[in-house]
């Protein structure tokens, strides 16, 4: 039971949580927020509360303002208008330092791991032991770091690298840094983005830690299961304005979304067209081996939707940079178009018309401080070049008419695409790999951080080039989108391709089961 108490200060209430032994809660309060880059609003006065002992999930679409958001609480960003406050007390944070010494934490889409120093050292960066010889304690500092890997039960070590560790594994690291500083506040952006199942419930029993010591949890997702399951109330945004809170408990998924893009979706999936009739063989992977895999072998048909599914770990972003040239092939054969063809690099790879959209959009995909139109041209630009200088006439049509197409929201084209929203970055992606004119379009994690509006674009998107005669080969760690957009699912476990099955004849019992034991569930 929650009861308002009044108090001497004109229109503020303390909450006093009766379940909690009339224990004091904090409170956040948001109070017409307003953020204006040029050319954009990304936050119009916007306004709420959350509360300690509680999660409040901010959803809404790409753009409609929920990283802004944290990025102005955390410091990163002065509001051009509005307040927040903290226990009744109104505070404007100048810089991250400011607002992290104050007990505000902040976990962004985007990790923020330095990959040549350890996890012992990235986690305690800023709070390094020293003993009394003036030097690190590295023994004291590998174990209170250990102990904060045991609560959160991984298995890493203190002393790893964070370059030698998987995606999934350096997010955890990024959230545990925030974590062991104990924070009033911890705000999670797509925080499972890269997590398998085994960290997301790691993950979640933290949160249930962080409720129990009367944390306020803000939680960004676009993940609808993980809403409903850890969350207690919702904060509904669209094109930088607030729309409504709710109870979780009180709304459904289909009236969430509804609210977020201001109409029904409806069954994503179930609308798509397809393309009912695939033609050749055009790439054919025959026993491709490496350190990271073994035995790799399939062929993908033009106009096939191909998905790769598995665990964190399971080799199938592996099998994509070998195909691509990242990764060395040490053993194998590539055949295209029915020509074996040996490729050591991406430039080769693009040559001969084979495409990939990253799954790490930061450190492997966009150039942040450069325009969407530079990030677009970039891999064309022998094709984009007269005499020694490059068209600009054709290079900023080409902009011009991927982000039409693609439907990327943006001012111009000469923003830089470290401006925009996870999902508008991968739009901007996906359109430098499609300016390249590929016959094979590989996309790891194409939706990763993207809403649920967002993601019935890319799907459409998926569809359409497949119908235009493109292989699309699609890694996807969620089971109903490999399910719903996939011809043909192959399923992969500990670098080994462990099973074979048709979208008609897939179920996610059936993947999982391929995914975690490498036996199907007939067997």
Same mark, same amino acid.
């Given at each position: 039971?929650?009861?308002?108490?009044?108090?001497?200060?004109?229109?503020?209430?303390?909450?006093?949580?009766?379940?909690?032994?009339?224990?004091?809660?904090?409170?956040?309060?948001?109070?017409?927020?307003?953020?204006?880059?040029?050319?954009?609003?990304?936050?119009?006065?916007?306004?709420?509360?959350?509360?300690?002992?509680?999660?409040?999930?901010?959803?809404?679409?790409?753009?409609?303002?929920?990283?802004?958001?944290?990025?102005?609480?955390?410091?990163?960003?002065?509001?051009?208008?509005?307040?927040?406050?903290?226990?009744?007390?109104?505070?404007?944070?100048?810089?991250?330092?400011?607002?992290?010494?104050?007990?505000?934490?902040?976990?962004?889409?985007?990790?923020?791991?330095?990959?040549?120093?350890?996890?012992?050292?990235?986690?305690?960066?800023?709070?390094?032991?020293?003993?009394?010889?003036?030097?690190?304690?590295?023994?004291?500092?590998?174990?209170?770091?250990?102990?904060?890997?045991?609560?959160?039960?991984?298995?890493?070590?203190?002393?790893?690298?964070?370059?030698?560790?998987?995606?999934?594994?350096?997010?955890?690291?990024?959230?545990?840094?925030?974590?062991?500083?104990?924070?009033?506040?911890?705000?999670?952006?797509?925080?499972?983005?890269?997590?398998?199942?085994?960290?997301?419930?790691?993950?979640?029993?933290?949160?249930?830690?962080?409720?129990?010591?009367?944390?306020?949890?803000?939680?960004?997702?676009?993940?609808?299961?993980?809403?409903?399951?850890?969350?207690?109330?919702?904060?509904?945004?669209?094109?930088?304005?607030?729309?409504?809170?709710?109870?979780?408990?009180?709304?459904?998924?289909?009236?969430?979304?509804?609210?977020?893009?201001?109409?029904?979706?409806?069954?994503?999936?179930?609308?798509?067209?397809?393309?009912?009739?695939?033609?050749?063989?055009?790439?054919?992977?025959?026993?491709?081996?490496?350190?990271?895999?073994?035995?790799?072998?399939?062929?993908?048909?033009?106009?096939?939707?191909?998905?790769?599914?598995?665990?964190?770990?399971?080799?199938?972003?592996?099998?994509?940079?070998?195909?691509?040239?990242?990764?060395?092939?040490?053993?194998?054969? %590539? !055949? /295209?178009?029915?020509? $074996?063809?040996? &490729?050591?690099?991406?430039?080769? #790879?693009?040559?001969?018309? +084979?495409? =990939?959209?990253?799954?790490?959009?930061?450190?492997?995909?966009?150039?942040?401080?450069?325009?969407?139109?530079?990030?677009?041209?970039?891999?064309?630009?022998?094709?984009?070049?007269?005499?020694?200088?490059?068209?600009?006439?054709?290079?900023?049509?080409?902009?011009?008419?991927?982000?039409?197409?693609?439907?990327?929201?943006?001012?111009?084209?000469?923003?830089?695409?470290?401006?925009?929203?996870?999902?508008?970055?991968?739009?901007?992606?996906?359109?430098?790999?499609?300016?390249?004119?590929?016959?094979? %379009? !590989? /996309?790891?994690?194409? $939706?990763?951080? &993207?809403?649920?509006?967002?993601? #019935?674009?890319?799907?459409? +998107?998926? =569809?359409?080039?497949?119908?235009?005669?493109?292989?699309?080969?699609?890694?996807?760690?969620?089971?109903?989108?490999?399910?719903?957009?996939?011809?043909?699912?192959?399923?992969?476990?500990?670098?080994?391709?462990?099973?074979?099955?048709?979208?008609?004849?897939?179920?996610?019992?059936?993947?999982?089961?391929?995914?975690?034991?490498?036996?199907?569930?007939?067997?």
């Amino acid at each position: 039971m929650i009861l308002l108490n009044k108090d001497t200060c004109d229109n503020e209430y303390n909450v006093i949580d009766m379940e909690r032994g009339g224990k004091m809660t904090s409170k956040l309060q948001f109070k017409e927020i307003t953020k204006v880059f040029p050319g954009v609003k990304a936050l119009d006065k916007v306004s709420f509360e959350a509360y300690g002992g509680k999660v409040t999930a901010l959803v809404g679409e790409n753009g409609a303002g929920k990283s802004t958001l944290l990025k102005v609480l955390n410091g990163d960003y002065l509001p051009d208008g509005g307040d927040y406050i903290v226990d009744g007390e109104s505070k404007h944070f100048k810089s991250p330092k400011e607002a992290i010494e104050f007990g505000i934490g902040i976990i962004y889409q985007e990790r923020q791991v330095v990959p040549y120093l350890t996890v012992a050292e990235n986690i305690y960066m800023d709070e390094i032991p020293i003993n009394k010889f003036g030097f690190i304690d590295y023994s004291k500092l590998n174990s209170m770091t250990d102990d904060i890997i045991a609560e959160f039960n991984l298995p890493i070590k203190s002393s790893d690298k964070i370059k030698d560790l998987s995606v999934a594994y350096q997010q955890m690291v990024e959230i545990m840094k925030v974590y062991r500083r104990n924070p009033k506040i911890i705000a999670f952006d797509e925080p499972t983005a890269s997590l398998s199942e085994c960290e997301i419930v790691s993950l979640f029993n933290i949160i249930e830690k962080l409720k129990e010591k009367g944390s306020i949890v803000l939680y960004v997702s676009h993940r609808m299961k993980e809403i409903f399951q850890i969350t207690d109330q919702v904060i509904i945004l669209k094109d930088g304005c607030y729309v409504d809170t709710v109870n979780t408990k009180d709304i459904t998924e289909k009236e969430i979304v509804a609210k977020m893009v201001g109409r029904s979706l409806g069954d994503v999936f179930g609308h798509l067209d397809r393309n009912e009739d695939t033609g050749d063989v055009i790439l054919e992977a025959k026993n491709i081996t490496n350190q990271y895999i073994k035995d790799i072998s399939f062929k993908l048909r033009a106009g096939e939707v191909l998905g790769f599914a598995g665990l964190v770990g399971a080799g199938r972003t592996e099998t994509m940079r070998a195909i691509y040239g990242a990764d060395k092939i040490e053993k194998g054969e %590539l !055949i /295209l178009h029915g020509k $074996t063809v040996t &490729i050591k690099n991406p430039e080769q #790879a693009i040559s001969n018309g +084979i495409a =990939l959209c990253p799954e790490d959009r930061k450190d492997e995909g966009i150039i942040g401080e450069r325009s969407i139109k530079e990030n677009i041209s970039i891999s064309i630009l022998k094709r984009l070049q007269k005499m020694f200088f490059i068209d600009n006439k054709a290079d900023v049509e080409l902009a011009e008419d991927s982000v039409v197409k693609l439907n990327v929201r943006t001012p111009n084209i000469y923003k830089k695409i470290l401006e925009l929203s996870g999902g508008n970055q991968q739009k901007v992606l996906l359109a430098r790999a499609l300016a390249t004119n590929p016959k094979v %379009l !590989i /996309l790891d994690e194409p $939706t990763k951080g &993207i809403d649920v509006g967002a993601k #019935a674009e890319i799907y459409k +998107i998926i =569809l359409d080039l497949a119908k235009k005669g493109i292989g699309v080969i699609v890694i996807s760690s969620e089971l109903p989108e490999v399910m719903g957009i996939s011809d043909r699912i192959i399923v992969m476990c500990e670098g080994k391709i462990t099973g074979e099955v048709t979208r008609n004849k897939a179920t996610e019992e059936g993947i999982l089961t391929l995914a975690m034991t490498g036996m199907s569930c007939e067997a």
